[in-house]
């Protein structure tokens, strides 16, 4: 596959994979294979670029963000960092690269010690890499980072209850960028948030990456979320990444029928669009028993025979423009016209 990589890239993932051992999470005792929650994952991100990573809940979002911070050990593949891969580097470079790499996490209430003062919260990664020398340049750190993230400083002697959702996650935003980091992987950011504040806080955030010019891993479940967020975006199925590409290649002409559902999901309704709202069919199937051939197969509005048989490899569509679907690679197989009587619905019964 060709993946467009290029050597100015900050983040260069290879053929990543994470399969789960069988059982080992509670309820999931009865399965045999384990579950494969990432898949052959290959793309790049840039410096200063924002990589969006979209699908259903239970796809494998969280876990790749993970991996690619190291958080978990990976089955096989590769996570180079400026070059360095992150997934062999001996414990003590690890610990050093830490501090170029942090996550944002989607809960603002369950990330934060309840007992620890907003202070103590955000200078804890400073103390941690040992950017700070004394108790006052540590406050005159926190109060300049609460400061960058829309907060009065005079809030860093409380504690995390005494605060909105949207103030902690606030919080959470200040610790992440108090080392610096080259590379933040931000995992549904806004998803605990009420509406209204959502917004604020993708804006914050994308204000805080023009200022510094970091990249980000966005996740999010939908695609509204990431609309102005996004450079690139990719689309994630049952572990693997069915579709990535530009933003507006993939909001403009999506090429993969998951993306096109996904895409309607998120339509303003229009009176006047052509368009017409993709209902996908039943739920994500069991992630331990993923479907064979195309995955999507069993629920996709236009499957074919081979669909069920042959998986697709992510084929380039337009310029840096990628999807995993036979019918949306440079070469298509044909479809036999409607009503010719020779295909088999796909059922949901692999
Ligand atoms: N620690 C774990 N042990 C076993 N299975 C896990 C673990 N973490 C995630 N999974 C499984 O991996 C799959 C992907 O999960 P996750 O990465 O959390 O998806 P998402 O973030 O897209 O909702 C799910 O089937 C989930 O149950
Ligand atoms: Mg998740």
């Given at each position: 596959?060709?993946?467009?990589?290029?050597?100015?890239?900050?983040?260069?993932?290879r053929?990543?994979?994470?399969?789960?051992?069988?059982?080992?999470?509670?309820?999931?005792?009865k399965?045999?294979?384990?579950?494969?929650?990432?898949?052959?994952?290959?793309?790049?991100?840039a410096?200063?670029?924002?990589?969006?990573?979209?699908?259903?809940?239970?796809c494998?979002?969280?876990?790749?963000?993970?991996?690619?911070?190291?958080?978990?050990?990976?089955?096989?593949?590769?996570?180079?960092?400026?070059?360095?891969n992150?997934?062999?580097?001996?414990?003590?470079?690890?610990?050093?690269?830490r501090?170029?790499?942090?996550?944002?996490f989607?809960?603002?209430?369950?990330?934060?010690?309840?007992?620890?003062?907003?202070?103590q919260?955000?200078?804890?990664?400073?103390?941690?890499?040992?950017?700070?020398?004394?108790?006052?340049?540590?406050?005159?750190?926190?109060?300049?980072?609460?400061?960058q993230?829309?907060?009065?400083?005079?809030?860093?002697?409380r504690y995390?209850?005494?605060?909105?959702?949207?103030?902690?996650?606030?919080?959470?935003?200040?610790?992440?960028?108090?080392?610096n980091?080259?590379?933040?992987?931000?995992?549904?950011?806004?998803?605990a948030?009420?509406?209204?504040?959502?917004?604020?806080?993708?804006?914050?955030?994308?204000?805080?990456?023009?200022?510094?010019?970091?990249?980000?891993?966005?996740?999010?479940?939908?695609?509204?979320?990431?609309?102005?967020?996004?450079?690139?975006?990719?689309?994630?199925?049952?572990?693997?990444?069915?579709?990535?590409?530009?933003?507006?290649?993939?909001?403009?002409?999506?090429?993969?029928?998951?993306?096109q559902?996904?895409?309607?999901a998120?339509?303003?309704?229009?009176?006047?669009?052509?368009?017409?709202?993709?209902?996908?069919?039943?739920?994500?199937?069991n992630?331990a028993?993923?479907?064979?051939?195309?995955?999507?197969?069993?629920?996709?509005?236009?499957?074919?025979?081979?669909?069920?048989?042959?998986?697709p490899?992510?084929?380039?569509?337009?310029?840096?423009?990628?999807?995993?679907?036979h019918?949306?690679?440079?070469?298509?197989?044909?479809?036999?016209?409607?009503?010719?009587?020779?295909?088999t619905?796909?059922t949901?019964?692999?």
């Amino acid at each position: 596959m060709k993946t467009a990589a290029s050597p100015a890239s900050l983040i260069d993932v290879r053929n990543l994979g994470k399969t789960f051992p069988a059982g080992s999470r509670l309820g999931f005792g009865k399965q045999t294979g384990g579950v494969r929650a990432v898949d052959g994952a290959t793309f790049t991100i840039a410096p200063g670029e924002t990589l969006a990573l979209v699908g259903e809940s239970g796809c494998g979002k969280s876990t790749l963000g993970r991996l690619l911070l190291r958080l978990i050990e990976p089955t096989e593949g590769e996570v180079l960092l400026e070059g360095n891969n992150l997934v062999d580097l001996p414990a003590a470079r690890m610990r050093a690269m830490r501090a170029q790499v942090q996550m944002i996490f989607q809960d603002p209430y369950g990330s934060l010690s309840p007992r620890r003062s907003i202070a103590q919260i955000v200078a804890e990664p400073l103390e941690v890499f040992g950017l700070v020398r004394s108790a006052r340049e540590r406050r005159e750190r926190v109060a300049e980072l609460l400061t960058q993230v829309g907060l009065s400083p005079t809030f860093m002697d409380r504690y995390p209850r005494q605060f909105s959702g949207g103030q902690r996650q606030r919080i959470g935003i200040a610790r992440a960028i108090s080392v610096n980091p080259k590379f933040i992987v931000a995992d549904e950011p806004v998803s605990a948030l009420d509406v209204s504040v959502q917004a604020q806080i993708v804006n914050l955030l994308q204000d805080l990456k023009q200022q510094r010019n970091f990249s980000y891993l966005f996740i999010a479940h939908d695609l509204s979320v990431v609309r102005h967020i996004a450079d690139r975006v990719a689309v994630m199925y049952l572990g693997r990444i069915v579709e990535i590409g530009p933003k507006k290649a993939v909001y403009g002409s999506p090429s993969h029928p998951y993306t096109q559902a996904l895409l309607s999901a998120v339509l303003e309704p229009d009176p006047d669009a052509a368009k017409t709202r993709i209902i996908l069919k039943g739920d994500v199937p069991n992630p331990a028993k993923v479907p064979s051939g195309c995955s999507f197969h069993t629920r996709c509005p236009i499957a074919q025979p081979v669909c069920k048989i042959e998986r697709p490899p992510l084929a380039e569509t337009t310029q840096g423009h990628f999807a995993a679907c036979h019918f949306a690679a440079p070469n298509p197989i044909p479809v036999p016209p409607a009503g010719s009587g020779t295909l088999t619905p796909a059922t949901a019964s692999v």
